[in-house]
């Protein structure tokens, strides 16, 4: 599994760092974020409220766009390792500089000389969604969508929100998804992880993304799944960091194999893989064990996340 070619269509930059990376970052900061870490050097939180805020502390530690260029390094030398051949990353102005634009585009800079950087070097294609958040607020998000519209292009490609999906509705955010849409950007956001099937339904209607953050509640909606296979609506389904979050007991419990004999197109990422104890592997092998899955099965569902990537069709010929 681990060297079979993979799309990843749904990880956050920072949430994807290496423990041991920020514990380094903080170290040579004089930084004290200790209750970041459990005692086996892994991030420790209790649910996902609590998760939230331990990203934000170990994201506290990234303070320049150097430590983005080191950062973007240390996630895709990983990712490589496991198989990924193209990633979208969630990236977010308000840990890059706080949503100043001249501050993001040198954040902005730092990330993509690392992501070409990995590439020649590894062969791996790092793509860029920008987000917003969802718990600092409508207007937060609006400068957020400014920052993405002004650089959008080959590698800024989607716009996307994140953050606690129970703060506000979906279409609190109507302005700064129509903003970055106008600006050309594919959209997403966070839907039907934490919210029920109504804000799959809000993020559809309000927004009108093409692709749905998660969206596995939207099993509990027969209608609603048919919509969504009928739609041809994508869904970045994240299993492991589902079940590491409690939403659902095991493998064998989560909904992603009835949502794809359903006709729905589902697709595999790792959302924050260290906070998870996940790996673009470990899904794979979890889910073969959960569903019979084999290497045609999961070829099929790379040519899915393909096909739905936010990126040229130069760069999807290459990963097909
Ligand atoms: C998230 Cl804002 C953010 N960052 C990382 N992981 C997330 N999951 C949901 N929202
Ligand atoms: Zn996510």
């Known amino acids: 599994m681990?060297?079979?070619p993979k799309v990843e269509l749904h990880t956050h930059l920072e949430g994807a760092a290496p423990p041991a990376f920020i514990r380094g970052l903080a170290q040579e900061k004089g930084m004290d974020i200790s209750g970041v870490f459990a005692p086996d050097g892994g991030y420790a939180f209790k649910d996902f409220w609590h998760f939230?805020?331990?990203?934000?502390?170990?994201?506290?530690?990234?303070?320049?766009?150097?430590?983005?260029?080191?950062?973007?390094?240390?996630?895709?030398?990983?990712?490589?390792?496991?198989?990924v051949i193209y990633t979208e990353s969630f990236m977010s102005p308000d840990f890059c500089g706080g949503r100043d634009l001249s501050a993001w585009r040198e954040y902005l800079h730092a990330i993509q000389e690392a992501a070409a950087q990995a590439e020649a070097q590894m062969g791996i294609i790092l793509r860029a969604v920008v987000t917003c958040v969802r718990h600092f607020g409508p207007e937060k998000a609006r400068e957020t969508a400014l920052c993405a519209a002004e650089t959008a292009g080959d590698f800024i490609t989607g716009f996307g929100m994140g953050g606690d999906e129970q703060s506000g509705k979906q279409g609190d955010f109507a302005w700064a998804f129509d903003c970055a849409r106008e600006a050309g950007l594919r959209l997403t956001t966070h839907a039907g992880e934490w919210g029920g099937p109504q804000s799959i339904r809000d993020a559809l209607d309000d927004l009108r993304v093409e692709r749905i953050g998660h969206g596995v509640r939207a099993i509990e909606d027969d209608a609603l799944v048919d919509h969504l296979a009928e739609r041809e609506i994508v869904l970045e389904v994240c299993p492991g960091s589902n079940i590491a979050l409690g939403l659902y007991p095991d493998?064998?419990?989560?909904?992603?194999?009835?949502?794809?004999e359903r006709g729905v197109k589902v697709t595999i990422s790792t959302d924050d893989p260290p906070f998870f104890h996940t790996t673009m592997t470990r899904e794979?092998?979890?889910l073969a064990d959960a569903f019979g899955w084999n290497e045609d099965s999961f070829r099929d569902f790379n040519i899915v996340a393909a096909h739905?990537?936010?990126?040229?069709?130069?760069?999807?010929a290459r990963v097909l």
Do not use: M, N
Request: proline share 4%.
């Open 2 to 4: 681990k060297s079979l």
């Open 52 to 83: 939230l805020k331990v990203y934000e502390a170990a994201t506290s530690t990234l303070t320049t766009p150097e430590d983005y260029h080191r950062l973007t390094l240390a996630v895709l030398e990983e990712s490589a390792a496991h198989g």
């Open 251 to 260: 493998w064998q419990d989560h909904p992603i194999e009835r949502l794809r």
């Open 284 to 286: 794979y092998d979890r």
């Open 308 to 316: 739905a990537a936010f990126c040229d069709t130069e760069t999807r």
